[in-house]
């Protein structure tokens, strides 16, 4: 039904209602303003009946709207097309109103109705006709055609291009399948680049004159004939009467043979011609459209030797099939017995009465069953198996239950029944299977010949190499069209006749050689053409191509040459050659280069030259990849390497050897200062800030320097001393150099054992925790412990924490070790009294730990310590790396209840800001102000600041290291709330620590020490 808003009679409008591009047009028009009617008033009622039939009958959806966006006109297909009724696209609907309700549907997915309608308000701005695809969310897809009308209004056909679409997509596919078997093809002619001349074949092309155009060398030898016999434009009678005076046709009639295949020029024959010495000649003679013949000569001899006797085991074959005793039964298309043989009986042990015609297949194979025989895990399977093949055209071989071995064989009838053929194999499988593998190996033989013959007929022609034969005095005998393009030659300048020096010329006029010397070219080219080996070599064009030449000689002394173009194959090596020798980031020689440049400094350096190899790497790179992301971290490795680049000669070498760590092979310097000077201004100039991202960077770095030849004459021995330069550089300080010395190799072979036995020491149980008395100055009690960890060495003793707690921090194993104390200390705690504390100390590396909160609440419900005994010892280090985070963490463990320290306080940056951050518990004094208290006064007033500022924010200060009365007493004057240290007593094993200090009795108070 069509509905219309204004109707089809409203005066000045003209409907232009269009299909597809290129399909027909439905124009009405009615009758402008103070214009005489076109039509009659009935007339007019019969055509817009007429045009309403026809929009209501149209494959399409149509729809007009006015230039307000509201509907004039819409048909049925319209809201059908969509899943609308056609009351929801009635005159005067607007186009956001029918957006929504397509959306309500369903039918557009991310997307909104603002943007829909925006998308049609800027295809009919456009003022011209246009088209848009859209794509439903249930998988149609509708091509929208939109006419814009000159009142502002538009015209809008809706089709559904689904099942075309599909159609496209089917044609893309095959045509992608069509290029893939092209591509293939193409690769295979490449294999076939001498096949002209090198085919086991003889090949020879006549024209309509019966003479020769081309004959290869094949040809000539089969017959005994010389080059000359079969050279172009001898004609068929020739050739054939020199055939005949070799001999070969002694035993025949000659003139009669030559006679009778001149006449017979356009016959088309495939025949076998037997010679006068015994061989045998396979001839297949081709007419050509153009009058000419083409024929392909085959010496068969052995192969046909080998087809007698492969026709003699077949005709035995044949035999033996005709003496076989196989069973043979036909059923009908209802599965009923039609006819079957003896033979079929005695194999199952069946009566002929049960073979009866009209016995159905399920009969038979009950009988078989009631005999014993049937294969399969049971009767009933062996029953539903056989009947359910019946319709399945097979062969397999089935085994009995009395073992023996049935060969059966299915094949359909027309009429829709089927044959069995039943033979036991028992004593013959193992022959068949010979006979299976001799087949196949024929046939893979048979279909390896075809496809070397549909190869060759089209590598003739379709070649991607250029070709070129050349007889012995060197002109053209035969050249294909991607021969002549190579070289920008036409074919005319590559005809047959046209000498190698003629070429050449026009060659060096093409401008293809720099050098324009064309003897010197000839006499190259003519030495290799007239070798008689095979050669191969790259010829290098002007225009910059690479040309792969390939020279074959030939018996009669000619040449083929194939030219293949190389050039993007080259390049492509070179690029793999420079990606295997640099680094993709920074574009620096990678380690391979730099072993290689360092190897041939050192070949120098045994002369007398000598060579530095500095190592360095980037002072607080990871803490630009931590804060500005790894980007960032990327764009200041180039930056590095571009101003290490400028800071060394040509001849040194600068390489990135991975992460943050880049190498330098200085060559050729007078002493040691040298390099001395170079590292300085690396330092220096590495120091200098980065602007990465509108952000300033600053970082810097530590060289380590080995000297060659003083430091080691192999790459190994230099890079690896250089390292250990490096490392000492950063233990020192780091943004300094320092030179290779022979007892760093020592110290870091002595630091490798240790880091060895350290890693073994936790799962050994080697390490113990010694806790040292925390007591409070105004009652002169023990307050608390704190937790120390003591490593029982094999061989060393005793470690104390300071000489291996570094090292396990470097090695990742302080996070493990850490929370092995954590949870022993808690374990030790639980059984002091209530009124005890337990103080643990936390390695920066732990905190950075992202499972540390876990680690610790996990400590406490194992062992049961209220969260307020357990104090937490830190030092500012962990505070200079994303305080935030660090902070949030703290806050959470004061949530627990957890009490936190600040350990070591005066010793580091000591910002008063961190104390403002968080509120610590207690202020830890280093034992280095409390060793001099009592004669330095810079040391007293440190102390007494320090107190001083614990006790105005609230905390407790703890004075550590007090050995002697004096300290004792300075630092309870100056406001100290807690002391630990020698005085009272040294760390001791949880056993010693019960023993002393948690009798039954009173425990010992500070004063009875003292």
């Known amino acids: 039904m069509l509905h219309s808003r204004k109707g089809l009679g409203s005066v000045g409008s003209r409907l232009v209602f269009r299909r597809r591009p290129g399909g027909p047009s439905l124009t009405v028009k009615t009758p402008t303003s103070g214009a005489a009617p076109a039509y009659e008033p009935q007339e007019l009622k019969a055509q817009n009946l007429k045009l309403d039939a026809a929009l209501s009958n149209m494959l399409q959806g149509l729809a007009m709207f006015d230039a307000d966006e509201r509907i004039v006109i819409a048909n049925d297909r319209f809201a059908e097309m969509y899943g609308l009724t056609p009351a929801q696209v009635q005159p005067g609907t607007s186009l956001s109103e029918i957006i929504e309700l397509r959306i309500k549907r369903g039918l557009y997915v991310g997307t909104t109705v603002d943007e829909v309608v925006n998308r049609m308000r800027e295809r009919v701005a456009r003022g011209t006709g246009s088209h848009m695809t859209a794509r439903l969310a249930d998988g149609r897809t509708i091509l929208v055609s939109i006419q814009p009308r000159p009142d502002g209004g538009w015209v809008t056909t809706h089709q559904d291009i689904s099942d075309r679409e599909c159609l496209y997509a089917r044609f893309e596919q095959q045509n992608a399948l069509l290029k893939q078997r092209e591509d293939e093809l193409r690769r295979q002619n490449a294999l076939f680049d001498t096949a002209v001349n090198n085919m086991s074949q003889g090949l020879c092309l006549f024209d309509a004159d019966q003479r020769v155009v081309i004959a290869n060398r094949r040809y000539a030898e089969i017959y005994g004939l010389t080059a000359a016999d079969v050279k172009p434009g001898t004609t068929l009678k020739k050739i054939l009467q020199a055939r005949a005076e070799t001999g070969i046709y002694s035993h025949v009639d000659a003139d009669a043979f030559v006679h009778e295949a001149v006449q017979g020029f356009r016959q088309r024959v495939s025949q076998v011609l037997h010679l006068a010495d015994g061989r045998r000649i396979a001839v297949v003679r081709l007419p050509m459209p153009d009058g000419g013949l083409i024929s392909t000569h085959e010496d068969i001899t052995d192969r046909e030797a080998l087809t007698a006797r492969l026709a003699r085991q077949n005709e035995q074959l044949d035999l033996a099939l005709r003496n076989m005793a196989q069973g043979l039964a036909m059923f009908d298309a209802e599965q009923r017995l039609i006819v079957c043989n003896k033979r079929y009986a005695d194999i199952y042990g069946l009566s002929l009465e049960q073979v009866q015609p009209g016995v159905t297949l399920r009969q038979i194979v009950e009988y078989r069953i009631a005999k014993g025989l049937y294969a399969g895990a049971s009767p009933e399977e062996y029953v539903k198996e056989r009947v359910a093949a019946f319709q399945q055209s097979s062969q397999s071989i089935h085994r009995l239950s009395d073992g023996r071995a049935i060969s059966i064989c299915r094949q359909p009838m027309k009429d829709g029944g089927w044959v069995t053929t039943h033979e036991d194999i028992t004593e013959r499988e193992r022959l068949n299977v010979l006979l299976d593998q001799q087949h196949k190996q024929l046939k893979e033989q048979e279909e390896r010949l075809r496809a070397q013959n549909l190869q060759l007929d089209a590598a003739l022609n379709n070649m991607v190499q250029g070709l070129a034969m050349f007889d012995s005095e060197l002109r053209i005998v035969v050249a294909n069209a991607r021969y002549a393009d190579m070289y920008g030659l036409t074919m005319e300048q590559v005809r047959p006749g046209m000498t190698l020096r003629q070429i050449l010329e026009r060659c060096v006029a093409n401008g293809l050689y720099a050098d324009e010397n064309i003897d010197r070219y000839l006499r190259t080219a003519v030495k290799r053409m007239t070798n008689k080996k095979s050669s191969h070599h790259v010829s290098e064009l002007a225009d910059g191509r690479c040309i792969a030449v390939s020279v074959q000689p030939l018996a009669d002394g000619g040449t083929v040459t194939t030219h293949q173009d190389i050039t993007e194959q080259r390049r492509s090596e070179a690029k793999i050659v420079y990606m295997a020798l640099h680094d993709t980031l920074t574009g620096l020689p990678n380690r391979v280069l730099l072993n290689d440049q360092l190897e041939h400094a050192l070949i120098r350096a045994k002369r007398g030259e000598i060579v530095a190899t500095h190592m360095l790497d980037l002072d607080h790179f990871k803490q630009v990849n931590d804060t500005l992301g790894h980007p960032a971290g990327d764009k200041l490795l180039k930056m590095v390497a571009a101003r290490l680049r400028k800071l060394v000669r040509e001849s040194d070498t600068v390489a990135r050897m991975g992460g943050d760590e880049f190498a330098i092979v200085q060559v050729a310097i007078s002493d040691a200062a040298d390099a001395t000077t170079l590292a300085h201004r690396i330092i220096e100039n590495l120091s200098e800030p980065y602007e990465i991202d509108g952000q300033q960077v600053v970082i810097g770095t530590s060289v380590g320097i080995a000297v060659g030849p003083n430091d080691g004459l192999r790459t190994d021995d230099l890079l690896r001393n250089a390292d250990l330069a490096l490392y000492r550089a950063k233990s020192d300080g780091r943004a300094t150099l320092r030179f ?192 001099d208290i009592a004669e330095c006064t810079s040391s007293l007033n440190i102390v007494r600041a320090v107190a001083a500022l614990a006790t105005g924010l609230g905390m407790q200060a703890t004075a550590e290291g007090v050995e002697t009365r004096e300290q004792l007493d300075t630092i309870t004057s100056e406001g100290c709330t807690e002391m630990q240290g020698f005085l009272f007593s040294e760390p001791l094993p949880a056993v010693e620590i019960e023993r002393l200090f948690l009798p039954k009795r009173p425990p010992k108070r500070l004063r009875q020490v003292s």
Request: with cysteine; net charge negative.
């Open 740 to 931: 290779f010395e022979p007892e760093m190799d020592a110290q870091m072979q002595q630091r490798r054992a240790m880091e060895c036995d350290l890693r073994n020491a936790l799962p050994a149980r080697a390490f113990e925790l010694y806790y040292q008395p925390v007591v409070n100055l105004k009652t002169g009690e023990i307050s608390g412990f704190e937790a120390l960890v003591r490593w029982h060495h094999p061989t060393r003793g005793i470690v104390a924490p300071g000489d291996f707690i570094p090292l396990a921090e470097e090695i990742g194993l302080i996070v493990p070790l850490g929370e092995w104390i954590l949870r022993e200390a808690c374990a030790t705690a639980a059984k002091w009294p209530d009124h005890l504390h337990v103080a643990v100390n936390l390695s920066p590396v732990q905190f950075r730990n992202p499972g540390l909160l876990q680690v610790i609440v996990g400590a406490l419900a194992a062992s049961g310590l209220a969260p307020d005994r357990l104090e937490l010892e830190i030092t500012e280090t962990i505070l200079l790396h994303d305080s935030d985070a660090t902070l949030a963490i703290l806050y959470q463990l004061r949530e627990l209840g957890v009490r936190i320290a600040m350990d070591d306080f005066g010793t580091g940056y000591s910002s008063l800001s961190y104390l403002q951050s968080f509120p610590f518990d207690k202020i830890k004094i280093d034992r280095s102000f409390v060793k």
